[in-house]
């Protein structure tokens, strides 16, 4: 049962302009959304968060959106650039039984940005 | 401040064999979490362990098991090897309470043949 959904496996935008990558997620319980960039052979790595509180985070040419009614998120990235192509999970906070949380992540999109 | 390591990167097993995965956490950093990531999917949470204890599992069965040790780092053992374990295995370290503030290594590339 997958709980966060990311229904685009890859996307392709040209430099300059704006990729917008989307999550959706199931579980109402989920209150603090991440997301991650991933390059080969790297770990993941934090790029930007939002609280369920808020509908909006910025972070330079990130920013994250929340939209809590249709349990949907969006990452925008603008302007693109060529080392902003990686594979970006979306993902989400769960508590665990043992009384520690974990991360809840969605397969990721592939995202290509050309020169 | 050094970031999470992860050793070895890569290996090869046969079925039915026993695996050790390594983790040296980040500095400062007192929990470690194991993921899986099989290919075309997102990273699956294993366990975590904090003051040398799990203290959270997912949906993996019990020949999953792992070890923290009091510098905090950490180990991840498999045990009776399948085929379905071939993934990548993501080592992530954080302090209690900032989970937002996850470290995650390279990670091993784990074979079962």
């Known amino acids: 049962d997958q709980q966060v959904k990311q229904n685009s496996p890859s996307l392709s935008v040209q430099e300059g302009r704006i990729s917008i990558l989307n999550c959706d997620y199931t579980?109402?319980?989920?209150?603090?959304f991440l997301w991650y960039k991933k390059y080969p052979a790297e770990g993941p790595t934090f790029l930007i968060s939002?609280?369920?509180?808020?509908d909006k985070n910025e972070d330079g040419r990130f920013t994250v959106f929340l939209n809590k009614s249709a349990k949907h998120l969006s990452l925008h990235i603008v302007p693109s650039q060529p080392g902003d192509s990686a594979v970006y999970f979306c993902?989400?906070?769960?508590?665990?039984?043992?009384?520690?949380?974990?991360?809840?992540f969605g397969k990721g999109t592939k995202l290509t940005v050309n020169p | 401040e050094t970031g999470v390591t992860q050793s070895p990167t890569h290996l090869i097993k046969t079925r039915g064999q026993q695996v050790t995965l390594r983790c040296s956490s980040q500095?400062?950093?007192?929990?470690v979490s194991w993921y899986q990531q099989a290919l075309g999917q997102g990273p699956q949470f294993i366990f975590q362990y904090y003051r040398e204890e799990e203290n959270g599992r997912g949906n993996f069965p019990p020949r999953f098991s792992g070890l923290q040790f009091p510098n905090y780092s950490s180990e991840l053992n498999v045990n009776a090897l399948e085929l379905d374990d071939s993934a990548l295995y993501l080592c992530a370290s954080s302090l209690v309470g900032h989970l937002y503030g996850y470290t995650f290594g390279s990670g091993t590339r784990l074979t079962v043949v």
């Open positions: 579980n109402s319980m989920f209150d603090y």
């Open positions: 993902a989400a906070i769960l508590p665990t039984q043992g009384g520690s949380e974990k991360l809840v």
């Open positions: 500095s400062g950093h007192n929990t």
């Open positions: 939002i609280s369920s509180i808020k």
